[in-house]
């Protein structure tokens, strides 16, 4: 295992207690921690976030527009870490409808290819300044259904590591596999994430009223 699955950090409410889970997978070359400080503008009393830790806070070493061979077996591991923690919050009693994901950059790019391969509905899922991984041309025969999850692309349209061709396109697979796609190209923005994006993120995980199971 090149990256450890239990590897993570919790902030929020327990998995015990919580209605909503959010996992928040940081970038190339930052960290966990980093990735988690984004929780502070989230107004979500009873949300668990997790975040897991990239070894060497990377989770595939080549860009994400290179053939996915060459960033095995990282990026199948960085898969696993991921849906490591959804398995872990479906077992403590949360729905997959009310399981969120977050990623920005390289992080982003994982959350969305973890999305569409394991198709089923989720809370809301946010890909900041992402798109799916492969290199143009990559079939995209992902299977299931997303079932009208709301996902959230944000990027500039001039981001030098994110196409802004690699996230229309994802939007249209994902729109593809049932989901209820918003995407907003923001011009001349740096490779960062900015206030409007929190404000989109927000306005999604405000408009379920989660309630978990006590059966």
Request: net charge negative; glycine share 8%; charged share 15%.
């Amino acid at each position: 295992m090149i990256h450890q699955t239990k590897n993570y950090l919790k902030s929020g409410a327990s998995l015990l207690d919580a209605e909503k889970v959010m996992i928040m997978i940081h970038g190339r070359g930052s960290t966990a921690q980093n990735i988690m400080s984004l929780s502070s503008y989230f107004s979500q009393p009873h949300m668990s976030f997790l975040a897991p830790q990239a070894t060497d806070n990377t989770w595939y070493p080549y860009s994400f527009l290179m053939p996915i061979e060459q960033n095995e077996p990282y990026l199948s591991s960085a898969l696993e870490s991921v849906g490591g923690i959804v398995e872990q919050a479906l077992a403590n009693g949360i729905r997959s409808e009310n399981i969120y994901l977050l990623g920005f950059s390289q992080g982003a790019c994982l959350a969305l290819e973890f999305v569409a391969r394991n198709a089923r509905q989720y809370g809301g899922v946010f890909g900041l300044s992402g798109g799916l991984i492969g290199p143009s041309g990559t079939p995209r025969d992902y299977t299931g259904s997303l079932e009208g999850t709301p996902i959230f692309l944000g990027c500039s349209d001039v981001d030098s590591h994110i196409p802004k061709d690699r996230v229309l396109e994802s939007a249209e697979v994902f729109e593809r596999m049932g989901a209820q796609v918003t995407t907003k190209l923001y011009p001349n923005m740096p490779h960062t994430i900015i206030e409007d994006e929190i404000k989109i993120v927000n306005t999604i995980l405000n408009s379920s009223n989660a309630v978990k199971p006590t059966a």
